[in-house]
């Protein structure tokens, strides 16, 4: 009972609060309004209007179509003064929130975009509704003048009183010329829409009064007419008025025939459509201009780009554009620290500085949106005109931005892409932009980079790849090669290292290094990992199963990053133990020295949990980072696998003296640490003995076998029991 009068209770709140919406909005929009209605009555016939837009804001899925049912309704409700829309679109945009909150479903922002979305809506409802009735009037106006056509041509004929009569009466302008297009009458309707002096009308001839914007097929239309080809054209056309301002008119234009069919005058019917084309060409610019920076936006230079694309040159096949694609380097940290309010102002100011640089009446420079920015270019030396503009947009933002009593330093990345009009689509033009940009970025940012179809396509692959990784763990395309692990002292196999492929549909079998990385990048190394430890560990049991009287052989898995800041990992890593049957002493995670360098406590408390457990922890790639030797006695491991780099000179005698004494210093100091050491990569037998010499504890590399299936590991194995 309580809840359903607590409901009762909102729904009153809402009912008082649209009625108040709908009356402010009343009061706003009512002057600019040709209704019949009192303005209690349009009030009151906005209250559902109201009602559809809090509906549609607090909407879940949010769907805006409503609003554009709202722009045609007011259009039927006679808001069709031009100067309606803005005051329409104002009262929305500052009271619907206040009346119509959505609670706390949305936030602000999300609130305030929904509202945003609404008006677009609106307006571009309101505005085809309008033209769709302001068709339908020229329609109804176009037969009324086919109607007063066919009267005159009678009145012609019979009574010179009774054409008077409709010439004069008619609401639309009327003017009658010769066949040679000197203009002999006109009516006070058309005089009116000249400016109300009928002499910067009368005696002129149709043929002198040109436009700049007059459309191409204007003229030749006129030209069929008097020769007496067609009887009639219809067009929008614009006239210069006797103060230099511009009139636009609806155009209709017919051929009077003499008894005998010969052409004898033209009859022109004009009406006046300055503010409908005004209002059009208000909408037109604010949906292909970016509300913020007045640049061009997305939707015109997808406009201008297709039109460029598609050029046909007048010079022999040399139509040419080129492409600048900006992005500025470091823009989230000016959002994240100075807020997003700053961070417009310096886009507008960044805007302004690249508006500067493209001058040519050939450049476009546009926003497609966040802190991207492209440039476009046409012409026969498209290529560099566009590395010249890239330099003057990079010089520009050189200097500091001051917003707010600071200044604030620009940098960007630019991509650049030119090329023949017809040989790539839009699409691929933005896309090849978007990846040379990237690269820019890559190499530091701050500059400019040529696109290059070599590195489109390996970035395409990668993208290719990566898109294919989450179905390829599902499809079981992956697979583990093991590489045996040898004692340098005995030669007996003491375990191998788990090595993952993937065996690609297209590409056939890839190394870790060409789909790792892109696994770290999306998240999926996390499962793949899981997966390649649980497959180790199974077939590091199949292999205890398999040598009863032997040393346990021991699974070495390589451990990512990723994985290793993962909080499950523990936790996961003794599951797959438990599952296994095999005791922590059988695995051994490799981690590289740089995802150990600089590490905390905190990130190196997985792995002194594991190690306290048993599980062997080495450090991969040793030498390779920062090299710190120091940093040893702190980090959890057991093992160190000597990077290959340090071992090159002694694959043939006589050995390189500094390699040897390096590699000295570090078997002397792990063993000190009590830390066993593997090398990697030894491929001669020369070599294998120099290590061992050394004190190196266990080797690997091709000398002894290269990555295979767990069946060599086994031969290998048995090979050792027989000797």
Known sequence: MLASLARHGDDLVRDDSLKRFAAIWGRTVYPATTT??????????LVPLAGRLGAALRARPFDPTAAAEVGAALVAAHCTDPEALPLILGAVDSYLLVYCPPGGALSA????????????????GFARALRERTLAEQEALSRAALAAQAETEKALHTSEARFRAVFEGAAIGVGIADVEGRIM????????????????????????MVHPDDSPDVWGLYKELISGERDYYRVEKPYYRGDGSVLWTDLSVALLRDAHGRPQYQLALMEDITERRLLHER????????????LPNRTLFFESIDRALTASADDGGTARFGLCYLDLDGFKAVNDSLGHAVGDELLVAVAERLRACATAPAELVARLGGDEFVALLTGPSAQADAIALARRMLAALSRPIRLDGRDLSVRASI????????????????????????RAKAAGGNRYELADADSDARVIARHSLTNRLPAALDN???????????????????????LVRWLHPVHGVLGPDQFIPLAESTGLIVPLGRWVLQESLRQARAWQEGCSGQAPMRVNVNLSPSQLRYPSLVADTVAVLEESGLAPSALCLEVTENALIGADEGELRPLRQLADMGVDIA????????????????????????DRSFTRGMQRAPADPVDVKIVEGIVSLAHTLDLSVTVEGVETGTQAEHLRILGCDTAQGWYYARPGPPERLRMLSLVDAAS
Do not use: W
């Not at 058309?190 to 002499?199: C, E, P, V």
């Open 185 to 208: 009458d006109v009516n006070d309707a058309l005089t009116q829409m000249f400016g109300g002096m009928a002499q910067d009308v009368m005696g002129r001839n149709v043929g002198e």
């Open 283 to 294: 909408l037109r610019y604010e949906a292909t201009h970016d509300a913020l920076t007045g």
């Open 109 to 124: 922002a999300e609130a305030r975009d929904r509202c945003a979305r609404l008006q677009h809506s609106l307006a571009a």
């Open 619 to 642: 450090l991969d790639d040793f030498g390779t980072g920062y090299s710190n030797l120091s940093y040893l006695r702190r980090l959890p491991v057991s093992t160190l696998k000597l």
């Open 36 to 45: 019949h209605l009192t303005r209690a009555e349009f009030e009151n016939h």
């Open 476 to 498: 079981s395309e992956f697979f583990i090669e093991y590489q045996p692990l040898v004692g340098l002292a005995d030669g007996a196999v003491r375990g191998a290292e788990a």
């Open 415 to 438: 991509g650049i892409v030119d090329g023949a009009a017809g040989e790539l689509g839009a699409a691929e033009v933005l896309r090849s932009a978007d990846i040379t940009m990237y």
